[in-house]
Every structure is written in structure tokens, then in C-alpha cells.
């Protein structure tokens, strides 16, 4: 079985379009979290995934918009928030409050999580990929983690830890949208960044009214 990993979409329809017409077949696709936030299209990124019933586990942008959970943003983030909240609808509101912290999913052989997996607050801890260890993993084959927009895979004995890298808003130096593809049988990873229309992006982010900087950094992978 093939599951396409993705994760910190933030609201960008354009790269998540993209990166689903490039990724190669897959049987699923799983999200680790951060469907809305920062860019424009809040609303059309959760009904993506929902139309696809997308496994999908919380982030702490999505906890803000949907939970009223308050977070140190900072101005650019605290608009992002803002602009989401007064995007959605309630049925999608209620979508977004509804996804747990975690997921284990085909048969606990994949777990999803945003932040760090032992992080009793969820969000605070920031793992990055020189800091995965098969300490990170419990019973699962593959932990699959996001939000610190930075791709990267290490393989253990114990299993596999993979960060797909951001969708939407890239921080690895590299501004194409990431995703990562598992084979759960074979227990590999491959990742995958795609290019898309970034000035299409910049160009709704001035007409949202949103900070420039939510576009000039995409250009940036920053």
C-alpha cells in the first residue's frame, strides 16, 4: 500500500492543487496537520481534504481558527488565524475542531502527528530532522510529523520517521511545495517537491489583504 504524506498546507490552494497532480499514485493520502493559516483559501483547502476523506490530525493553526485555542503568533500568523476564521463556514469549523491530536491509521502501522509525538502541550516542541531519533517512535512502522515546514526522512531499526515538508509554506531553503510518499509493504519513503504559481499566490494574498510578507517569503522557501 502507497500513502501520499503531506502536511502544512496553511490555506495555499495552488500548492496543494499542484501537489496532488504531481505526486504519483498512491492508494491514500494522510495530513499531518495545519490545513489553514497564513495564506488565502482557508476554505477550499478543508473541503480537499474532506472531499477526498484525507486522514488528518490537528495542528496549532488549526487548533487557533477552530478551537479559539490562544497561541504567541506573531502578525503575519495572527492574520493568517484571523482571515480563516472569517472564512469558514461552521460545518467547516466544526471539521477543523474535530480532528484529534493524533491518528494511527492502516492497522497502527502509520502514526500522524503535528508537533512533536510526547509533547504534552502538542505545539511547543519543535522537531527538526537532525533531532529525529527512534526514540521518536512507539509501536508504528512509520511516524509521520510536521510543523517545522522542514522535509526530511531518517530510517531506524525500529521504523521509519518522515517530515513531508510544508505544502504551503516552505522553510528549507527550497520554495516548491513538499510531500513524501510511504510504502507501507516495502517500508520506504520517497520525497517530492513540486513548483507551482507562486505570484498567483502573492497576487491573492494582496487582494485578501493579508500581510505581504505571507507572499514575498514563499519566493524564498523561508
Known amino acids: 500500500m502507497k500513502v501520499g504524506l503531506i502536511s502544512d498546507i496553511h490555506g495555499n490552494r495552488v500548492a496543494l492543487e499542484a ?23 482557508p476554505a477550499d483547502c478543508v473541503d480537499m481534504l474532506r472531499d477526498r476523506d484525507v486522514p ?21 500568523a495572527q492574520a493568517g488565524v484571523e482571515h480563516a476564521e472569517a472564512q469558514l463556514s461552521d460545518d467547516q469549523l466544526e471539521w477543523l475542531a474535530e480532528l484529534p491530536a493524533e491518528r494511527h ?30 526514540r521518536l517512535l512507539g509501536d508504528e512502522d512509520v511516524l509521520v510529523l510536521g510543523h517545522t515546514h522542514v522535509q526530511g526522512v531518517e530510517r531506524f531499526a525500529e521504523g ?29 519513503v520517497e520525497t517530492g517537491r513540486v513548483e507551482y504559481d507562486i ?3 502573492q497576487t491573492a494574498v494582496d487582494e485578501a489583504g493579508l500581510p505581504d510578507r505571507i507572499g514575498t517569503r514563499l519566493a524564498r522557501g523561508e
Open 19 to 41: 501537489v496532488l497532480e504531481a505526486m504519483p499514485p498512491v492508494d491514500e493520502v494522510c495530513c499531518a496537520g495545519d490545513v489553514v493559516g497564513y495564506n488565502p483559501w
Open 105 to 134: 491509521v492502516y492497522d497502527g502501522q502509520l502514526k500522524l502527528v503535528h508537533g512533536h509525538p510526547d509533547d504534552p502541550d502538542r505545539y511547543t516542541r519543535y522537531t527538526y530532522p537532525q533531532e529525529f531519533t527512534p
Open 56 to 76: 488528518t490530525v490537528m495542528g496549532n493553526h488549526d487548533a487557533a481558527v477552530a478551537a479559539e485555542t490562544p497561541f504567541r503568533f506573531n502578525g503575519m
Open 160 to 188: 521509519i520517521v518522515v517530515n513531508p515538508g510544508s505544502v504551503g509554506q516552505p522553510r528549507d531553503g527550497d520554495p516548491r511545495a513538499g510531500y513524501a510518499v510511504v510504502d507501507l509493504e516495502a517500508l520506504t
Open 199 to 201: 505570484e498567483a499566490v
